[in-house]
């Protein structure tokens, strides 16, 4: 199927469809609107650029908290959760979604990525799934989780924004779609390109599914920002057939100045969460599990810019109806010196692939044996910490 997407998106290309911009993905994918076998739905969020999970849900009842951050301890209370654990402040809009235990959290996991310390490679082997990284393979564990469902097609899942969403790439059909997608072409265009791909069913149906959502991209334009247009999006579909969204929000490297550039991307995350749930409405968000991913986290200290730098264990953002949130999951290690990890890390206590795929295994029924040798091969699932209702 991947050859086909490719060979498609090369006779497109070469037969010249000016004035559609290359960002119109949607144009070269082939697309059946058809149900997925399953009715409940899945958001994977890439948090790109290591986020700093012991600022996002910190620890303030653990006593080297605030010796390890001086003055980012020092700064905006957080708001509490457990009467352990504190949410960082810009976040406040989510305490209703807390309160619902529509939002839960994931503490101290990691993928089995460890000291290098490159976003790159973190981000590679987060999407991947795979426990480090092979030549040659780039396929990402959302599609093979695909792979083992009959029945996909490619509106089952979405592959969402401007940056290659690899966690999706694979074998199995796949929809792509930008918020800047746009379909420029004047009528006279349309009704030639409409001629051309006549005698090739999946062409014509690619170049419907294009202008339906550009037309759809058209009423978007006026709802501000990127992450707000890919959320309004997301509902637009998961309120339909597809089951599967992800895409990413960059912004989460904070090595200067953390306590003004964190709040700004936790600002997008929050607003991102909260315009899914508006868009999707009660009944779909009842049936929609979010999770939000990043490549790493960062080290317990601070450092002397303000910012934190490339670590290890981090935290996993949980959200939507499917959740049992208003809890903190994870076993917390501590942050004493010998309790973390190369005296410098918070210290990673789970795979951050075993919650996922135990919410996969409860959204839709996959065996255990595909999870963990398929989907993700080589992890070991564990004890299901029952995240799902």
Not at 113 to 137: M, N, P, W
Not at 306 to 320: I, N, Q
Request: charged share 20%; proline share 5%; net charge neutral.
């Amino acid at each position: 199927m991947m050859q086909d997407r490719l060979s498609r998106r090369q006779l497109l290309t070469r037969a010249g469809v000016i004035g559609c911009s290359l960002a119109a993905s949607p144009l070269l994918t082939p697309v059946t609107l058809a149900s997925a076998p399953w009715d409940r739905r899945l958001v994977v969020i890439i948090l790109r650029g290591g986020m700093d999970g012991l600022d996002v849900v910190r620890p303030v009842g653990d006593p080297a908290y605030a010796s390890l951050r001086p003055s980012l301890a020092a700064g905006d209370a957080g708001l509490d959760l457990d009467g352990y654990f504190t949410l960082h402040p810009a976040l406040a809009p989510l305490m209703s979604l807390w309160r619902a235990e529509e939002l839960g959290f994931f503490h101290s996991v990691s993928t089995p990525y460890r000291d290098k310390r490159s976003h790159f490679d973190g981000q590679d082997i987060l999407e991947a799934g795979t426990e480090r990284l092979h030549l040659g393979v780039r396929d990402g564990w959302l599609n093979r989780m695909l792979q083992q469902v009959p029945g996909i097609r490619a509106d089952t899942a979405y592959a969402i924004g401007n940056n290659d969403v690899r966690v999706l790439d694979g074998a199995a059909p796949v929809a792509d779609w930008a918020p800047d997608a746009t379909l420029g072409l004047s009528p006279q265009a349309m009704r030639l390109a409409e001629l051309v791909m006549e005698e090739d069913p999946a062409l014509h149906a690619a170049l419907a599914e294009a202008q339906m959502l550009s037309a759809e991209t058209g009423r978007m334009q006026n709802k501000g920002r990127p992450h707000r247009k890919i959320a309004d999006f997301v509902a637009s579909r998961l309120k339909e057939d597809a089951r599967i969204a992800a895409f990413s929000l960059g912004g989460w490297d904070t090595h200067r100045r953390q306590a003004r550039t964190l709040p700004r991307s936790l600002g997008q995350l929050s607003e991102t969460l909260l315009s899914l749930r508006s868009g999707l409405g009660a009944d779909v968000w009842g049936k929609t599990a979010v999770v939000a991913l990043t490549e790493f986290g960062r080290t317990a200290r601070e450092n002397g810019t303000g910012g934190t730098d490339h670590g290890t264990a981090g935290v996993m953002v949980m959200a939507g109806g499917a959740i049992r949130g208003g809890r903190i999951y994870g076993q917390w290690p501590g942050l004493a010196t010998n309790a973390l990890y190369q005296e410098r890390d918070l210290m990673p206590t789970a795979d951050v692939r075993a919650p996922v795929a135990w919410i996969m295994r409860g959204l839709l029924g996959l065996d255990r044996v595909v999870l963990e040798e398929a989907v993700f091969p080589g992890l070991d699932l564990g004890v299901d910490p029952k995240v799902l209702k």
